[in-house]
């Protein structure tokens, strides 16, 4: 299992020619591979098309646990209602702009938020709007966010603004706080159902394909529940200190192909 960003996907955000190559054969031979990652299928789907994938993947750290075989979503994690709304009141009164990912009835998935005010929020919309992504809503409450299925509700601040919230916010959320890779000195706090962390993830994906042995490959914060319960760990070398001190050990990192090569050496290693 890896991760995307930061982990197998170059910093352009693509999976290069030489993973693909790599990973495509591996899969051929026997390998049993897939992602566990933050982003939503939405963006995912995309970026992985070219490789064989065939095990089932955890998208939006678990939201969703989607088989791209059937295509068919084996589980859907979502935000109860009155938690999110919940947590969006905590939010906002601690001064912080959430944005709220939801599935309209539709079938579309949005993007509800307030505007961007700080140089991380504004990247994270700026790089998504640039490639055309159709989801952001702009909007001055949340009450129709509330009337649709709710994925995810995140924040993008400095630590020190968003601290002070997660004392405060409901018991029934998982909540994660990671340092925004792209926009040193922000971080981004991401609120999800308690299931959708990738830790029981990727335990729901081990024990549907009744796998024995877990490795895991990841470079930040939100990896670290799967690296708890993997048999082996590893971070890329651009990994963040957090997840460099978790793994077991590591590869090289994402703009050298690090993940597709040290699987390409150990799968020599067991032939």
């Given at each position: 299992?890896?991760?995307?960003?930061?982990?197998l996907?170059?910093?352009?955000?693509?999976?290069?020619?030489?993973?693909?190559?790599i990973?495509?054969?591996l899969?051929g031979?026997?390998?049993?591979?897939?992602?566990?990652t933050a982003?939503?299928?939405?963006?995912a789907l995309?970026?992985?098309?070219?490789l064989?994938l065939?095990?089932?993947?955890?998208?939006i750290n678990g939201?969703?646990?989607?088989?791209?075989?059937?295509?068919?979503?084996?589980?859907r994690?979502l935000?109860?209602?009155?938690?999110?709304?919940?947590?969006?009141?905590?939010?906002?009164?601690?001064?912080?702009?959430?944005?709220v990912?939801t599935i309209?009835?539709?079938?579309?998935h949005r993007i509800?938020y307030?505007?961007?005010?700080?140089?991380s929020e504004q990247?994270?919309?700026?790089?998504r709007?640039?490639?055309?992504?159709?989801?952001?809503?702009?909007v001055?409450?949340?009450?129709?966010?509330l009337?649709?299925?709710?994925?995810?509700v995140?924040a993008?601040?400095t630590?020190?603004?968003i601290?002070?919230a997660?004392?405060?916010?409901p018991e029934?959320?998982?909540a994660?706080l990671?340092?925004?890779?792209?926009?040193p000195?922000?971080?981004?706090?991401?609120l999800?159902?308690?299931?959708a962390?990738?830790?029981?993830?990727?335990r729901?994906i081990?024990e549907?394909?009744?796998?024995?042995?877990?490795?895991c490959?990841?470079?930040?914060?939100?990896d670290?529940p799967?690296?708890?319960?993997a048999?082996?760990?590893?971070a890329?070398?651009?990994a963040t200190e957090?997840?460099?001190a978790?793994?077991?050990?590591?590869v090289?990192?994402?703009?050298?192909?690090?993940?597709?090569r040290h699987?390409?050496?150990a799968?020599a290693?067991?032939a």
């Amino acid at each position: 299992m890896t991760d995307l960003d930061g982990t197998l996907l170059t910093p352009d955000s693509t999976v290069s020619p030489t993973s693909v190559k790599i990973i495509n054969e591996l899969i051929g031979q026997g390998l049993r591979f897939s992602v566990a990652t933050a982003r939503s299928p939405y963006t995912a789907l995309p970026i992985l098309s070219e490789l064989d994938l065939r095990l089932p993947m955890a998208f939006i750290n678990g939201v969703f646990i989607y088989d791209p075989v059937s295509g068919r979503e084996l589980a859907r994690n979502l935000v109860p209602r009155e938690t999110a709304a919940a947590a969006i009141d905590v939010l906002l009164s601690r001064g912080l702009r959430p944005l709220v990912f939801t599935i309209a009835a539709d079938g579309h998935h949005r993007i509800h938020y307030l505007g961007e005010q700080n140089p991380s929020e504004q990247h994270f919309t700026a790089v998504r709007l640039a490639r055309g992504d159709q989801r952001f809503r702009l909007v001055t409450g949340f009450e129709q966010a509330l009337t649709e299925e709710i994925l995810t509700v995140i924040a993008i601040d400095t630590p020190v603004r968003i601290e002070p919230a997660l004392a405060e916010l409901p018991e029934d959320v998982y909540a994660h706080l990671g340092p925004d890779r792209d926009v040193p000195g922000y971080a981004w706090l991401e609120l999800c159902h308690p299931l959708a962390n990738k830790g029981d993830a990727v335990r729901f994906i081990r024990e549907h394909v009744s796998a024995t042995r877990l490795v895991c490959f990841g470079d930040n914060a939100n990896d670290l529940p799967m690296f708890a319960i993997a048999d082996s760990s590893y971070a890329v070398a651009n990994a963040t200190e957090a997840a460099l001190a978790a793994a077991t050990g590591t590869v090289g990192p994402n703009d050298a192909d690090g993940v597709a090569r040290h699987l390409r050496a150990a799968w020599a290693d067991l032939a």
